[in-house]
């Protein structure tokens, strides 16, 4: 039973072995035949990196294989990518190249956007201008390291923050409030519908509406009878004996204007009589003449503003005037008394 049990095993295994020496060996011919029997002609593209791309890799179009990578170089400090297309692959001047992986962790292959129709066609050892790498799942993970450590040190200080007693006692005293909040808030607007308050009243109450109705229908009235020309404001719209009037005060006012521009009536004689204008400046030039006089003393009415002489001597006048009236007025009681003595002893 054990020679027989593993002469099976052997010959299972032996078949198995077989197979994948078959199944390589056929996987190494269709590769072969197929980069055999890609005819076409080859361009390049230059990326920042071509890391995981390999020599025979696909090249795609739409997701249809058109071509294959020939040879990967470096020069300079770009990674020059040849590849071959098939013919009759029409690829413009403003194609570009993109390395995709196929799945997340799947083998890379390039994959070609042809450009637009308007542009020349790429030709043999031609190169495309505009390509794009992939990013690679390490330099992922290079970015977002430090994104992480910050998160980690915020997390940190939230949890020295809030990991206290302080902190928690805080933090459910926050949460309370803001329950508190939305509760005071339910309730304001719980009363506004229900029509509480002032607020709630102007919102629930048709008092108001239809005051403002009744006000709206009293202005539309109050129009509509000044269109028909009722009350004092319609006379004065709709009453044309106004306007009549206003014209011919101002027809008439028209008609004085023009007199007196032609010179008629006295007040047309003084606006445009040159004469009264000459006499008239002539008057004030004489006044002017006088007045100088009198400030320098000239003439008898000069002389009585400016001699002070003749000042004292008018006071001295004045004050002997005085006095003889003030000798008369008291002689006359006296006078009277022996007037009256006398035709008494008469």
Known sequence: MDKQGIGLEVKVGIFVLIGLVVLGYMTLKIERHQLKTVDGFEIAAF???????????????????????????????????????????????????????????????????????????????????????TIELDHLLAKALPAMDNIKSVTESLNEVLGTEEGKNTLKETFTNVRKTTEDVRNITLGLTQGEGTVGKLIKDDTLYRDMQATVSGLKDTVAQIREGQG????????????????????????????????????????????????????????????????????????????????????????????????FQEQVPVSIFGTIIGTIIK
């Open 232 to 327: 004092t404001l319609g006379r004065f719209l709709k009453d044309d004996s106004l306007y009549l009037d206003t014209q011919k005060t101002l027809t008439s006012l028209q008609k004085v204007a023009g007199k007196i521009e032609a010179g008629e009536g006295t007040l047309g004689k003084l606006v445009n009589d040159e004469t009264l204008y000459k006499e008239a400046k002539e008057t004030i030039a004489n006044l002017n003449q006088a007045t100088q006089k009198i400030n320098e003393g000239q003439g008898t009415l000069g002389k009585l503003v400016n001699d002070e002489g003749l000042y004292k001597e008018a006071k001295y006048a004045i004050r002997s005037v005085t006095k003889a009236t003030e000798g």
């Open 47 to 133: 990326f920042d990196t071509a890391s995981g791309l390999v020599k025979n890799s696909p090249v795609q179009i739409a997701g249809i294989e058109v071509g294959r990578i020939k040879d990967i170089a470096l020069v300079g400090n770009k990674a020059k990518v040849t590849m071959t297309v098939r013919r009759g692959i029409q690829i413009h001047g403003d194609s570009q190249a993109v390395l995709r992986t196929q799945g997340v962790l799947g083998d890379k292959y390039l994959e070609i956007f042809p450009g637009s129709e308007k542009t020349p066609l790429l030709m043999a050892g031609g190169v495309i201008g505009q390509t794009r790498s």
